[in-house]
């Protein structure tokens, strides 16, 4: 292979490089893009090699083990890895062909070649598992049960197989029997089968807490308490003191529902999350995972994009990128996209913007500058009704979620912990700004409104400036949300993301001789809001801010206009006096726009002033 790394071919479909190993059964290239189970990956398209997590679950001698990481990162590839390697087939063939030379195969001279088909495994996958209601929930899961026990039907053609067994184990078949049935299905399956095989069952759950996912974001406040109080009944009546019963347990999701919840009566379970390091490599791509497939796939000349795109999340002591997205990326021949946030509806990130008050949105657009972090303590034990209660929950969410991620990832028990916290990379940068203008397009009236604001702000249009604000306060924007200047900044902030040709705007930064409240700089590529490359044509915007508190005295309208507007003129003052823009030309701008912006409750006036050259 010519460029980027040096790949040195094994045979049998099996690339390696330092680091890494890329396997190709088929030859073809053909990326896993809607493959979601092992043995059609395996088999017909390139697998990054992860087999290596075989061996560490098996050495760990954990009883419960609870992986918890963001959507789309390897859950349920790693599950079916698992299932495939070690479980005696349900349907007579051989998983072995599959596994040879990857990483668990060579492991420590082939040492655990014994465990390859070597357990019974029930293998449920919570995924699908939700709906808009309790009902359709419930349905869902009991689907999923009735699947299970469907791949094990075999076991009814055993003559050991006790009456009373074979009666239940039909009745759930045919989906005709009772809720307290379905409670005891997990624990009662893996007994059938540790009877019937004569060793001890592996139990694998994958995404254990979809449904309570969908259960707290549902409409007419969801079915929260219902989801949680089946799923425990279902899963801890198996793993808490199973001794003799099952060999292992595995789980993933992307959170640890717990207090109340599921595994409050589970002493057993190690829980392994993002903060975590002993099992950190085996979700997210290594950057020699990625430069090893790269180079497999010829286009090791677009690392660097990949890097700015899809890179950026520690996990424990390893620095990984979003795998889905860089499937997806080397699939579109390296265009760079947003993958991962297409994936699914992104309710943590889209139901925080919507209610995020100033002080959260401050949070959020300094998170949005360049190299921005927002310093809060992770308590990865969250639950979704803390998400009311406790302020810094969001953040735990927004962390857990892939939203967010931490290079403090030492001492992960300590839940008081500050930790700072930072956005990936562009792609999730990308997400943050689309959620705001969204929120900010409703605020303003709607997207034909918004863009007037903005064509007036970069045009020097008071007129039209002063109509778009003055509308909204009328008919969007509650007065009791614009008690303080703080509270105007963050809306005038989040007014000013997208705007055609500029880089988001940036706030309170040392300018000349002091801090304008907000810049808008223009950015190279047109609506390009990731771009800090300067640009010529377009002019730099300097907005300076104030708040008068509103007063008796200022009741007669024409009267308050003209305080308001005294108080415009002043800030305009200000920026020319303390300097805030004559970088213009240095930052590639052609000439300056100068706003002065004053708000008082439900009225404001702007005030602009325009310097050629």
């Known amino acids: ?78 599950m079916t890895t698992l299932k495939a390697f070690l479980e005696i087939p349900t349907d007579g063939r051989s998983r072995a062909p599959l596994f040879e030379g990857t990483d668990i195969w060579q492991a420590d001279g082939g040492r655990y070649r014994q465990y390859q088909g070597a357990y019974p495994v029930v293998h449920m996958s919570m995924l699908a598992a939700k709906g808009q209601t309790w009902k359709d929930t419930y349905a869902a899961l009991t689907d999923v049960i009735i699947g299970e026990y469907a791949r094990h039907r075999y076991v009814l053609e055993s003559d050991n197989l006790a009456a009373d067994d074979r009666e239940y184990f039909e009745r759930i078949l045919s989906g005709e029997t009772s809720e307290r049935d379905y409670l005891s299905s997990l624990r009662r399956l893996a007994m059938i089968l540790r009877q019937y095989h004569h060793r001890d069952v592996v139990v694998l759950i994958d995404e254990y807490d979809a449904p309570i996912m969908a259960a707290y974001s549902a409409p007419g406040g969801g079915y929260y308490d219902e989801a949680v109080s089946f799923l425990k009944m279902l899963l801890t009546g198996t793993l808490k003191n199973s001794g003799g019963l099952m060999a292992f347990a595995c789980l993933t999701g992307v959170q640890r529902i717990s207090k109340e919840s599921i595994f409050s009566d589970l002493n057993n379970m190690v829980v392994d999350t993002a903060l975590s390091t ?181 045009e020097g249009d008071a007129q039209r400036l002063n109509e778009e604000l003055n509308r909204m306060l009328r008919d969007s924007l509650s007065s009791f949300d614009l008690v303080n200047e703080n509270a105007c900044h963050m809306l005038l902030m989040g007014l000013c993301f997208g705007v055609p040709g500029y880089a988001d705007p940036t706030s309170n930064r040392e300018a000349g001789y002091g801090r304008y409240d907000i810049r808008l700089v223009p950015a190279a590529g047109g609506p390009d809001a990731f771009s800090f490359m300067p640009s010529t044509g377009k002019p730099l915007i300097t907005i300076e801010l104030k708040y008068l508190k509103a007063d008796s005295a200022l009741s007669d309208s024409m009267f308050q206009d003209d305080a308001l507007r005294s108080r415009a003129v002043a800030a305009i003052q200000q920026i020319e006096e303390r300097s805030y823009d004559t970088d213009a030309s240095k930052l590639g701008a052609q000439g300056r726009v100068r706003w002065g912006i004053v708000f008082s409750g439900k009225h404001c006036v702007a005030v602009c002033e325009q310097i050629a050259g």
């Open 278 to 458: 002993e099992f950190d490599e085996h979700y997210g791509f290594t950057d020699a995972q990625v430069q090893a497939l790269a180079a497999y796939l010829g286009y090791s000349d677009c690392m660097d994009e990949m890097r700015e795109w899809y890179d950026g999340y520690r996990f424990g002591d390893v620095d990984v990128y979003n795998p889905w997205s860089v499937l997806n990326y080397l699939k579109q021949g390296c265009a760079a996209d947003v993958y991962w946030g297409n994936t699914s509806g992104n309710d943590v990130i889209g139901g925080l913007m919507r209610s995020a008050n100033a002080e959260t949105l401050e949070k959020i657009y300094t998170l949005m500058q360049p190299g921005g972090v927002v310093s809060a303590p992770l308590n990865l034990g969250v639950v979704f009704p803390d998400l009311g209660i406790r302020g810094n929950a969001i953040w735990s969410m927004l962390y857990l979620a892939g939203y967010l991620t931490t290079d403090d990832t030492s001492r992960p028990g300590m839940v008081q912990l500050p930790r700072r916290l930072r956005i990936p990379n562009l792609e999730i940068a990308s997400l943050y700004h689309s959620e705001i203008i969204e929120r900010f397009a409703d605020a303003a009236g709607g997207y034909d409104h918004l863009e007037s604001f903005r064509k007036a702000l970069v």
């Open 1 to 78: 292979m010519s460029g980027g790394v040096a790949l040195e071919s094994c045979g049998n479909g099996i690339w390696r490089a330092p680091g890494a190993c890329i396997v190709d059964r088929s030859g073809r290239k053909r990326l896993p893009i809607g493959f979601g189970g092992f043995d059609d990956v395996a088999a017909t398209s390139v697998l990054v090699d992860k087999t290596q997590l075989i061996a560490d679950v098996l050495d760990s001698g954990y009883a419960v083990t609870l992986f918890c990481r963001p959507r789309r990162f390897g859950k349920t590839l790693n």
